[in-house]
């Protein structure tokens, strides 16, 4: 670091399965709604955002079939 001091910083995860999925919950929930917040701004017709949309779904559901065949082997 040029000029600055190093700080310490202190990461508290969450404590057992059950607080982990909680707390990924939380975060994909915060994220799809950044996400909605983002293409509502966008400067498009409405019936590009839901295309958007509807790509994005689709990704996450192809990302999910790829991580149960990971998974699966």
Known sequence: MKGGSAIEIIVHYPETPEKQALF????????AEYVAQYIEKLNCPT???L??????????????????KINAE
């Open 24 to 31: 990924d919950a939380r975060v994909a929930k915060f994220h």
């Open 47 to 49: 019936e590009q955002k």
């Open 51 to 68: 295309k958007l949309i509807d790509a994005i779904a689709q990704t996450i559901l192809d990302g999910c079939e790829e991580d149960k």
